[in-house]
Structure formats: structure tokens, C-alpha cells
């Protein structure tokens, strides 16, 4: 519960428990699970809806890349009617059913622009856009890894004259029959915007800079994250990485002769140190196989209605779509001495 008082403009509400950031998954299940031990909480939301990532800012066809019984919240499972690979708006009504469940405390429409304990009384001082400064003992920031849009500058941009979005806008490739896409990118959502542009007859071309690990989403009839999760139970990360590219070879055979490298370091031990995702193929990696989908190097910089590629090609380009993927906004707002993290 949050108490309100007015100390000239801004408004000042004090937070009886923790005040949590963000009601995305993770904000959520920590409001349940302070909930189910007794303690109040309120969510803060800088959108207008609950997991606004899911239902505001990605494409149609997505599924959960990972099998329902590793994704769902705690002390609530998914129906059990639902896939093992929930669809985006079956998530999404998970969500807003684990919301409704815990009766959670929801505060939408309220940014933070800035997060500051007061060491002089010991609270948290957290002021929102809409200038109210909320005063609690304890501060959760669950507003994830994919807060802001990553987009790379391009030598060239101006010049293009031709649609650029980040997959953050799109939403199917209904739009794009027909004409030929530059896809920036080669993370899930690269493959999985490429597949669904090849299902609607466009012509897509993923642009690779670095190496990346592509596994099966299944491996022998078994969920490949479920198979690593019960090896790393047994063995080392770097055997477990051994046998999972060792099944992937079988399943999907050499895929760096169609331009995918693989990096040095194996697909657990490199989520581990750079929290790089691994792809889970769904279908995209035949579409490489077959040329539906071209994968080409890096960008050198962008002509009007083409693209000059690093190895000197010169490629025409309908649209450009930036699969480059989110990063945290925390920096901007969380303002923490560093010495409160070593006590």
C-alpha cells in the first residue's frame, strides 16, 4: 500500500514493503512470491499493460524459444492444455492471469527517472515522470535486459531513403511480399523474422558480423535446453558444450560453409561469460540451405536503395529491418554509490 502526501509539486507516497520496477515475468513473480509470504508490494510499469515487451513490441508468429516448464512463474504453472511452446498471446494471457491471481498491485503509466537511497533515514527515494517520489525500505529492479532498442549507426543512412525498423516494429511480413529485406542480425529473432519473411514470399538476406552457435531446438526427440540442464547436472559446462555441438553437427550438419561461424568458445560457456544467446533453430537454418534465405557479411555503408557490403557487393534493399537485439536502461535512472554494493 503507498500513502500519499503532497510537499508542494511533487507528490511523495510512501511504500508499505518493497517497490518493484518493472511487470514484466520477473516483476511479477516477485510480487507473487512476496505476496504468498505475507508481504505488500507495488509494481511500477513505465507502459500502460503488464509485459509490455510481449505485447507491445514483438512479431506475431513468436513462441517461447524454451519448453513451457522452464518459463512458467512460480507458484502457478501454465494450463496444462497449453503447447510446450506457448504462442506470444498465450504467454501473454499467462501473464495477465498470474496478475489477476496474486491480486499484485499494479501502478501503470509511471516511469523512474531516478532511484537514490538516502542514507540519512535509510529509504529509497524513487521519482517517476509524472512527479511522485515514492519512499520504501526496499527497492527490486526487475526491468530486464530489453528496455531500449539497439540501433547500430550506418554510414550511408540518410542517403538510403528506404524503410529501416527494429524488429521492436515489426510484426509480420505480410507487408513485405515481394520485396528484397536486409535483416541485421543473426540472433533468434534474425532467424525467426527471416522465416516468416520467407512464409509471406519476400526475399530475405540476413547480414552476419559475428559468430554464432546454432542448435536444434530438439535434440533426439528431447528438448536441447532441457538436455543441457540435466547433463550440466553430472558434468562440466565445457563437456556439456562438447556434446551439444558434437548433436547439433549430426542434426544440422557443417553450417559454417553458409556463412554461420561458430565462436571459439562453446554455446553454454558463452551465455555464461557474455550473455550470448544461442539459436535455437525452428526452420530458418533449411531456408539457409535452400538460398531462400542469403546470409551475407557486414554492411560497409548504405547507397540510395542499396547496400554496400564489407567483401565490396552491392545489393538492392527494399527495407533494412534491425534485429540487433535490446539493452538495459538501469544506468540511466539507478543511482548507487558504489560502496552500497559491497555492504
Request: aromatic fraction near 8%; charged fraction near 20%; hydrophobic fraction near 40%.
Amino acid at each position: 500500500m503507498a500513502h500519499l502526501a503532497d510537499h508542494g509539486k511533487r507528490r511523495c507516497r510512501w511504500v508499505n514493503g518493497p517497490l518493484v520496477v518493472g511487470a514484466g515475468p520477473s516483476g511479477l513473480a516477485v510480487g507473487a512470491c512476496l505476496k504468498e509470504h505475507g508481504v505488500p508490494s507495488v509494481i511500477l510499469e513505465r507502459s500502460n499493460c503488464i509485459a509490455s515487451l510481449w505485447q507491445s513490441r514483438v512479431y506475431d508468429r513468436l513462441k517461447l524459444h524454451l519448453p513451457k516448464q522452464f518459463c512458467q512463474l512460480p507458484k502457478l504453472p501454465f494450463p496444462e492444455d497449453f503447447p510446450e511452446y506457448p504462442s506470444k498471446n498465450q504467454f501473454v494471457d499467462y501473464l495477465e492471469s498470474y496478475a489477476a491471481h496474486f491480486q499484485l498491485n499494479k501502478r501503470f503509466d509511471e516511469t523512474v527517472v531516478s532511484a537514490k537511497h538516502d542514507n540519512t533515514c535509510g529509504m529509497w527515494r524513487v521519482r517517476t515522470r509524472n512527479e511522485v517520489e515514492y519512499i520504501c525500505q526496499w527497492l527490486v529492479v526487475a526491468t530486464g535486459e530489453n528496455a531500449e532498442c539497439v540501433v547500430p549507426e550506418m554510414e550511408g543512412s540518410e542517403e538510403f531513403g528506404r524503410q529501416v525498423m527494429h524488429t521492436s516494429d515489426y510484426r509480420s511480413g505480410e507487408a513485405y511480399r515481394g520485396r528484397q529485406v536486409l535483416v541485421v542480425g543473426c540472433g533468434n529473432s534474425a532467424m525467426e523474422v527471416c522465416l516468416d519473411l520467407c512464409h509471406h514470399n519476400a526475399f530475405p538476406t540476413m547480414v552476419v558480423r559475428d559468430a554464432v552457435h546454432v542448435l536444434p531446438r530438439e535434440t533426439f526427440g528431447r528438448s536441447t535446453f532441457e538436455l543441457a540442464v540435466s547433463l550440466m547436472k553430472w558434468l562440466p559446462v565445457k563437456l556439456v558444450d562438447k556434446v551439444l555441438l558434437i548433436s547439433s553437427w549430426m542434426i544440422l550438419g557443417n553450417i559454417e560453409k553458409y556463412g554461420l561461424r561458430r565462436p571459439s568458445l562453446g554455446p553454454l560457456e558463452l551465455k555464461n561469460t557474455q550473455g550470448k544467446t544461442p539459436v535455437l533453430d525452428i526452420g530458418a537454418l533449411q531456408k539457409i540451405k535452400t538460398g531462400e534465405i542469403k546470409v551475407v557479411p557486414g554492411i560497409k555503408r548504405l547507397l540510395h536503395g542499396r547496400a554496400e557490403l564489407v567483401d565490396g557487393r552491392i545489393l538492392d534493399v527494399d527495407s533494412i529491418i534491425l534485429a540487433t537485439g535490446y539493452h538495459s536502461n538501469v544506468h540511466s535512472w539507478l543511482q548507487v554509490d558504489t560502496l552500497f554494493f559491497l555492504t
